[in-house]
């Protein structure tokens, strides 16, 4: 844990039976993005892929697209080892989980917030100190246009993701 991400975030974890009280204090950001949701059970498909570079990142996402019949997919960066992706064939929300589980490099925390909203949600502006989302790569089937009914949305995110924690149980 760097000296910074100290400095920068504090959660707090309370936890007295099966009730957990959390607070988290932090430098936060304000980034704008998009959610998979279009309508009641229909979902166009976001990832969040890490750890991985980008011959790694076509490939993990080609397979899902080939196994699903996806239609175009656009891939998009802002460092060397980590990328996001849009597809916008509509599907269930099973459908939706099924594809990230599926998809070799997803972001574990992405699933699980996926999982949380019931929805998934993709960044779509810049992060503090890094360079802006470029489309990368766009691997062609066929293509979809976009959505008349996207849900843009507005999110406060801290600037780091690791910090101090403290955790009583009662």
Not at 19 to 47: D, P, R, Y
Not at 68 to 80: A, E, V
Not at 128 to 146: D, F, M, Q
Request: glycine share 6%.
């Amino acid at each position: 844990m760097s000296k910074k991400s100290k400095l920068n975030r504090l959660n707090i974890r309370f936890k007295f039976g099966n009730i957990t009280v959390f607070f988290m204090v932090a430098l936060t950001q304000t980034l704008k993005g998009i959610s998979s949701k279009i309508e009641w059970n229909k979902h166009i498909i976001l990832w969040d892929l890490d750890k991985c570079n980008i011959v790694q990142a076509e490939r993990a996402l080609r397979d899902v697209q080939d196994k699903y019949n996806l239609s175009d997919i656009y891939i998009f960066g802002d460092r060397n080892d980590g990328f996001c992706a849009i597809c916008f064939k509509q599907v269930t929300y099973i459908e939706l989980l099924r594809i990230l589980i599926d998809t070799q490099y997803i972001d574990v925390g992405f699933i699980s917030y996926t999982a949380k909203r019931n929805k998934a949600t993709l960044r779509m502006t810049q992060k503090e100190g890094r360079t802006e989302l470029k489309i990368l790569s766009v691997l062609k089937t066929y293509s979809i246009p976009l959505p008349d009914n996207m849900e843009f949305i507005t999110y406060d995110t801290g600037l780091v993701k690791d910090g101090i924690s403290i955790g009583v149980k009662g």
